[in-house]
């Protein structure tokens, strides 16, 4: 696989886009941005832990609806998430019905409510690197797991969060703008 992808306006992005259209606009307008805001990290985080195990343009195209029934990641009101809910969510074909990674983002919203706010935000910026690495000059350059995301899992796991596994986090950091990860020649780097 070549590192770059010419899209239909010529611009070179990062080859994982491929051809997709939703994945050009994410990869050009989110994809290594910084993101900042308990409520939108709770929100990428829970994302995240729904893609472990699968494609992210499946979870792209599902986010609309992810938003609509976990009531835009507000960690308050997916708190109170109970069995209803759940049971709700799992004949819900609008979204990915696996009742671990549902009851781990209602928990993990539970951690994040019983939180002082900014703190998410703070504790999850705070294991972006401090000093920029050299740009990746090919995909094979970009590490799926890093010291960082590393520490930043250790850290929410022992907070009791779940599906928060180092290369979950790592996707986030990437997809929060923690680290930038474009590839040399892509457009946005």
Known sequence: MTSLTAGPDDRHRCAWVGDDAEYRRYHDEEWGTPLHGDRALFEKMSLEGFQAGLSWIT????????????????PGVVAAFGDAE??????DAGIIRNRSKIEATIGNARRVHEMAEGELDALMWSFAPAASRPRPSSLADVPAVTPESAAMSKELRRRGFRFVGPTTMYALMQSAGMVDDHVEGCWRA
């Not at 979870?59 to 609509?68: H, M, N, T, V, W």
């Not at 759940?86 to 004949?91: D, R, V």
Request: charged share 35%.
């Open 86 to 91: 759940i049971e709700n969510l799992m004949t």
């Open 59 to 74: 979870i792209l195209r599902k986010r609309p609806r992810f938003r609509e029934v976990f009531a835009g990641f507000d």
